[in-house]
Each structure stands twice: as C-alpha cells, then as structure tokens.
C-alpha cells in the first residue's frame, strides 16, 4: 500500500538511476513500458527528463496527453519489465498480460502502477526537446511510496536484457 | 590502463545511473565535480544531457569552454567523489586534494580522470535548456574504458552521503 511522499524527496528515488515503467491513458485504455533514460533536473517542484523512444506507442501518447506516470519496479518485476519492452501497446493490452494492475491516480488520467514500489505522476511542462531527442521534461504532481520497501532492490539497465541490481547501500565518510 | 571504447556503446556505461565525476578546463587549471543526474538521450552518435549545478564553478568552466570529460568513479574513490562534491574548485585544486590525476584528452582540453575506470570525452551541443535548467546536452565525442573491469561496482546516488551500489548483474529470461 503506497503512502503519500512529499515532493522534495522525490529526488531520491530517481537519482540513481532506477529503470522505471512509464504507465499512460488514452481514451480510457491503458499503456506501459519500461525506460532507461530519465534524470531529475530539479528538487522541489521535482522536474524529471525522460526519454521516450518515438517508435513507441506509448510515446504517441504522452505527445499527446502531456501526461503520464513513471513507476519504479523492483527486481521482482524483472520479467514483466524486460517484457512490457518487447510487446506494443498498439497491439497488446500489456496490463492484463503482464498482470499488472492499474489503479487510479490522483491528478492524472494515467494510472498507478499497484506491483510498483513508488509511482510518481507526472505532467509535461516543456515540450521543445520532444522532436529533436524524444526527450520529455516533466513536473511531478504527485507521489507516491510504499514506506515499509527499505533498500529496494531496483533495476539499472546495462543493455538488452542485463541490468544492475541496486539496493546494497553504501554510505560516504 | 584505458582502451578505445566503440561510441555506439557508451550507453552500456551511462544507462544505468551511475554518479560521474565532470573534470573540465580553464585556461590551463583543471577543475573536477561529481553529479548524479545525467541520462542517455541517444545512442550513436552518443548523446548525453547533464546537469549541472549553477552554483558550481564548473557550471561557468562548462558555460565558458563547451566542453568536458564524463569520468565514471567506483566505490574505492567514494570518498574522494563525496569530497569533491563538497569543495569548490575557485577555491581548492580538488585534483592535488584528492590526490585524483589528470591525463590528456584525445579530443578535448578537459583531462581524463586516470583512477576512473571510463571517460567519455564531450562536446556541448545543445544550448536551449542551460539557463532554465542547468542542463547541458552533449554529444561524446571519444570514450575510453579499462577493458578489465567486469561488473565495475559503480555507485547511484540517493542523498547526502547515501549511495546504491552497483555491480551484481541480473539477466531478464
């Protein structure tokens, strides 16, 4: 069950660079798939850049919507994220095949991803980078955060379908 | 000791979120930083967007010259990435500091970092987005990595001191 997460700490969950699934809604049907390549840009409001391939459906609709949800998964969903990569939206409802649960989110039409640890919703607030680099800057509206995920042991993509498996915590002295 | 790294495999490097150590160059004294907050925007030719702090002096370093180097530490320099992130470099030589050494660039006049495992050395390309964001979009123009470091445990920020490391590799079947 995810709580409530105030913005100024949104930074911390994709600072380091978690492989997040990006969930979206046109006309009431649902669509997800895994990105690699986001960044925050700012703290609070938090401004996050993600790349979105432009081969994709799903950035078909986040052109359009200027809105979506980025979900943070943990490695249980290893097969789902590798997986909602390869299918197309266009073709496959990925939700129902990949057993994942929509639920609704607070300030946008995108849902929450249930089996995701954190689920940050998202607006597009500058849209001059999309044509050139598929590169979507956005304002976290809301977030969300299961409390009780301490060190959660999320994905970080290398290439195809190798990724780093974060989680063990190291502190500076 | 570095070798040539084929660009259209920079993103294997940068894709997962590691903390980079930004070195540049200013009429002949060499600066160094860490960030967090960089993605991949493209493959071949590799494009990066970075972002960098606009109190920092590599901020004006970077503004000034278009260019510098993307050094990707492990947690054996943990301290010294902390350290320079904590010092400035108008004030402090963070290379004699830190006891970090320059080596020269192929293609820039920012030095690689010889005790980071890889080096990507970048151009900016891309101006739009430094005044409103700090981000800078740069394309790497030579990359450099030590061909035998296997699961380079990398580390992904999440606060303050806090790190995730990286290096344990899972496979999606």
């Known amino acids: 069950m995810k709580q409530k997460l105030p913005l100024?700490?949104?930074?911390?969950?994709?600072?380091?660079?978690?492989?997040?699934?990006i969930s979206s809604s046109l006309k009431?049907?649902?669509?997800?798939m895994p990105i690699a390549w986001t960044t925050m840009i700012d703290f609070e409001p938090p401004i996050v850049g993600c790349c979105i391939g432009d081969q994709s459906y799903t950035f078909?609709?986040?052109?359009?919507?200027?809105?979506f949800v980025i979900n943070i998964p943990?490695?249980?969903?290893?097969?789902?994220?590798?997986g909602?990569?390869?299918?197309?939206?266009?073709?496959v409802d990925k939700f129902k095949k990949f057993k994942l649960t929509p639920i609704p989110a607070s300030k946008v039409k995108a849902p929450l991803?249930?089996?995701?640890?954190a689920s940050l919703e998202c607006k597009v607030v500058d849209t001059r980078m999309i044509d050139q680099y598929n590169l979507f800057i956005v304002?976290?509206?809301a977030a969300w955060v299961e409390r009780g995920v301490k060190q959660p042991k999320t994905l970080h993509h290398i290439?195809?379908?190798?990724?780093?498996?974060?989680?063990?915590e190291v502190v500076a002295k």
């Open 113 to 117: 991803v249930k089996e995701c640890f």
């Open 28 to 32: 009431g049907k649902y669509n997800i």
């Open 74 to 82: 943990t490695v249980k969903l290893i097969k789902q994220v590798y």
């Open 159 to 168: 290439s195809g379908r190798r990724f780093i498996l974060g989680g063990t």
């Open 84 to 91: 909602c990569g390869q299918a197309s939206g266009k073709k």
């Open 8 to 21: 100024a700490e949104v930074y911390t969950l994709l600072g380091s660079g978690p492989v997040v699934l």
């Open 60 to 67: 078909q609709i986040v052109k359009k919507t200027k809105e």
């Open 139 to 141: 304002k976290v509206v």
